[in-house]
């Protein structure tokens, strides 16, 4: 009869099977490939992969390691730099574009482009802008200016703040172009109604439109927090990690330590490590959207 | 007349786009107006230049006659409902409402006594805690209206407030706004393409075209005695008949058939001739046993019915033009059938074939 309810498993069979092979290709590169990190990470691998155990060992040679705990902090203030400066400049710089002014597309456009170069491109651009010698500095001296200084790359202190600004630079375009889908996307009859209402344009910014535009914010700062975590690339083509272990960032030390310290263990406990930050921060959050969702309806 | 709300020589232009052209429109107080017209003739933009949504390119407007040509809208003593509804989202019913007197800094009893009033008005006090997600089209624009209600303001906008509504809701807020028109007596000015609404709800409608009021006149005037052929067109469902032919003497040439003119009051008061339309309405068409009282009858083949129920519509041809009839829903008839029609020009409309204006 045909009023047993067909069982879910079988229903849209073909596009089931259609997806098997990235199903299988996701448990094993993903989860397996996790899985195993996580367990050798507690082994005295080297140069390769051993089954020896050494219970937490490869922990606390990590977390007593001066080089990793610059490259966490690093990644603090250039994570928590970026995450607020691109998300400002990007949603000013849409909000600006957003007044229909003229040359849209072609503002747009060059806004954007940094992000369609490589971070090796921009890391190297950087270094020449930001070098005392060819760059910034050196024109500014040469209108006459003869004590102008200016090279972050090159002190040790404020060396990181050079990576952000060549951050930014590649970064904000993305968020300014999301912004703009998002502002776009307001109904503008509901600018009307804030306006006959008598509300400022900056209120109705952040009590109405930014609200609304909260689906647009999550898919960015979900960009925005995987492209700082893995930042890598920048890091090298721009500064190698120096001066001395000023800029070193957590995904380099993965890299170094397994490929050219051959020290796998201790590869596989840092990216443990970085993949337990990551966790941290994104399961209570999925708690918070998704757990809550049924509620709302 | 009283006047709420005059716009003297409007212009108003997008870039090379000239929308707007030396509009003159007065709208008295506690009137209740309508702008009618197609899609794209400007009414929207009227709208908007009354808000000061939109800065106006040439000339003045005056509400509660102060000059408020440049001021903000939320200066103006306006308040106004749109098509979208355009409610805030992330707040609920009675944020809402409140959000605009919060930010003028209105005190808190001052607020909840004009949401409370409002929500009454309104029947919306159960959704008070509700956001819009929660409400059905109908309740949200219900809220709409509340949040130009609680502006405490004399003049009220309308920007297609029923067209996202399906059409019995639609039927029942319509009269709900006429309603609420008869209970507040303030201005009101509703902009929409139905000729439904505008008739039910209007004192007085303006017909738009091209940026340019047509007429403005009562519903029954419009109706009854619309100035030019597009208006007489553009009123009435199922549409005029126009007949083309010519005026000699007291009657009207087309085809073979001299349809006398008795009865016909001339715009001029004086009979002219001429090369002419005559316009007459599927409804004032008479048949059955009233065609013996008709001044003039004709036989026609019936080729098309549309019954609708309270009505049944008849398609035929008259001197080789298409001719439509409204008959009574009970009407026995059927397609083939010769049917004799009588025509009574009291009724009807002329218009100059050049100018299209009405003779
Ligand atoms: N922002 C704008 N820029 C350029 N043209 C516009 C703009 N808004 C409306 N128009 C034009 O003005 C005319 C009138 O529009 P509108 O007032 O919205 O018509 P409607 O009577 O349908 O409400 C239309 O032809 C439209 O294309
Ligand atoms: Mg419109």
């Keep these: 009869m045909a009023d047993a309810r067909p069982s879910q498993l079988f229903r849209n069979k073909s596009a089931k099977i259609a997806a098997i092979p990235m199903i299988v290709t996701a448990l094993f590169v993903f989860v397996g490939g996790t899985a195993w990190t996580i367990v050798y990470s507690f082994t005295k691998s080297g140069l390769l992969p051993r089954l020896k155990w050494v219970g937490l060992d490869q922990y606390e040679r990590l977390w007593s390691t001066k080089r990793w705990i610059v490259s966490i902090e690093n990644l603090m203030i250039y994570g928590l730099s970026m995450l607020v400066l691109v998300f400002v400049i990007g949603f000013i710089l849409a909000a600006l574009i957003d007044q229909k002014i003229r040359f849209e597309n072609t503002i747009r456009t060059v806004i954007l482009y940094p992000y369609a170069l490589s971070f090796v491109v921009t890391g190297l651009v950087w270094q020449w802008i930001l070098n005392p010698e060819f760059g910034i500095e050196s024109i500014v001296r040469s209108w006459g200016w003869e004590s102008f200084a200016f090279d972050p790359l090159y002190n040790a202190d404020i060396a990181i703040f050079g990576v952000l600004i060549a951050g930014l630079w590649q970064g904000s375009g993305l968020v300014m172009v999301l912004m703009l889908a998002g502002l776009r996307g307001i109904d503008q009859e509901v600018w009307k109604a804030a306006r006959v209402d008598g509300i400022p344009a900056w209120k109705t910014y952040i009590f109405i439109v930014i609200p609304m535009m909260r689906p647009v914010f999550i898919t960015t700062l979900v960009l925005v927090v995987t492209g700082i975590v893995k930042i890598y690339d920048l890091i090298v083509a721009q500064t190698g990690g120096g001066p001395g272990i000023s800029t070193e960032v957590p995904a380099k030390y993965v890299y170094d330590m397994m490929f050219q310290a051959n020290n796998l263990g201790q590869g596989f406990a840092a990216s443990t490590m970085m993949l337990l930050t990551v966790a941290l921060v994104v399961i209570p959050w999925a708690f918070l959207e998704f757990g809550g969702s049924k509620k709302r309806g | ?359």
Aim: charge should be negative.
């Design chain 2, 1 to 359: 007349m009283n006047k709420s709300v005059e716009i003297k020589n409007l212009d108003l232009e997008f870039g090379a786009v000239k929308v707007l052209q030396n509009l003159n429109l007065d709208i008295g107080k506690g009137e209740f107006l309508v702008l009618l017209g197609s899609s794209g003739c400007g009414k929207s933009t009227l709208l908007n230049c009354i808000a000061g949504l939109l800065d106006v390119t040439a000339g003045q407007i005056h509400i509660n006659d102060k000059n408020v040509t440049w001021a903000e809208p939320s200066e103006r003593g306006i308040g106004m409902v749109f098509q979208s509804y355009a409610l805030y989202p992330q707040m609920n019913v009675e944020g809402n409402l409140s959000f605009g007197l919060k930010n003028a800094k209105l005190p808190k009893d001052e607020i909840a006594k004009r949401i409370k009033r409002a929500s009454e008005i309104l029947q919306i006090e159960p959704l008070l805690k509700r956001k819009p997600a929660a409400l059905s089209g109908g309740q949200r624009q219900r809220v709409a209206i509340g949040r130009a209600l609680v502006r405490d303001v004399d003049v009220f906008l309308f920007d297609e407030p029923l067209s996202n509504l399906d059409a019995k809701l639609r039927a029942d807020l319509r009269v709900e706004i006429k309603r609420l028109h008869q209970n507040l007596g303030n201005t009101m000015v509703y902009v929409t393409h139905d000729q439904i609404e505008a008739m039910t709800l209007a004192d007085r409608i303006a017909i738009m075209r091209g940026g340019q009021i047509m007429q403005l006149d009562s519903p029954e005037e419009i109706y009854g005695r619309p100035v030019n052929k597009y208006v007489a067109g553009f009123i009435g469902s199922p549409s005029m008949n126009f007949l083309e032919g010519r005026i000699e003497g007291d009657v009207f040439l087309v085809g073979d058939l001299a349809i006398p003119l008795a009865g016909y009051e001339f715009a001029s008061g004086n009979a002219v001739s001429g090369e002419a339309s005559l316009g007459i309405r599927p409804e004032h068409v008479v048949t059955g046993e009233l065609v013996g009282n008709a001044p003039f009858q004709i036989d026609i083949d019936v080729s098309l019915i549309e019954p609708t129920g309270s009505d049944t519509l008849v398609d035929c041809e008259v001197a080789g033009h298409p001719f439509r009839v409204r008959m009574d829903g009970q009407a026995k008839i059927k397609v083939g059938e010769r049917l004799r029609l009588g025509l009574d020009l009291s009724k009807a409309s002329l218009f100059d074939k050049t100018s299209e204006l009405r003779l």
